[in-house]
Nanobody, 125 residues
Framework: QLQLVESGGGLVQPGGSLRLSCAAS????????IGWFRQAPGTEREGVSC???????DYADSVKGRFTISRDNAKKTVYLQMNGLKPEDTAVYYC???????????????????WGQGTQVTVSS
């Protein structure tokens, strides 16, 4: 059964850090790009970062220099290290699988077919 499960969210003060995990099962993670997305209340879901099967990564401008995506194919997990968190980073964060094999990752969400349930990140003092 194909599944993506996010974890690692929580409440953190501005300037703090969190590491999100996306545990994948039911498919060969090493063949697919994985994306991280987020959705704040009253807003559309937006792409945050993605990791291609060949190691290429991409980031939204709003998180460049603060967030780092990485993957451990042996553990079938993709991580999102978030540093320098700001209140505007508050959102539900989702990971998703690219609908196609092998290609360089992209951030539009319609390119992803399987989604996790999300994990809440709240940045507040």
């Amino acid at each position: 059964q194909l599944q993506l499960v996010e974890s690692g969210g929580g409440l953190v003060q501005p300037g703090g850090s969190l590491r999100l995990s996306c545990a994948a099962s039911g498919f060969p993670l090493n063949l697919y790009a994985i994306g991280w997305f987020r959705q704040a209340p009253g807003t559309e879901r937006e792409g945050v970062s993605c990791s291609s099967s060949n190691g290429r990564t991409d980031y939204a401008d709003s998180v460049k220099g603060r967030f780092t995506i990485s993957r451990d194919n042996a553990k079938k997990t993709v991580y999102l290290q978030m540093n320098g968190l700001k209140p505007e980073d508050t959102a539900v964060y989702y990971c998703a699988r690219d609908r196609r094999l092998f290609r360089a990752c992209v951030l539009p969400e319609n390119e992803y077919d399987y989604w996790g349930q999300g994990t809440q990140v709240t940045v507040s003092s």
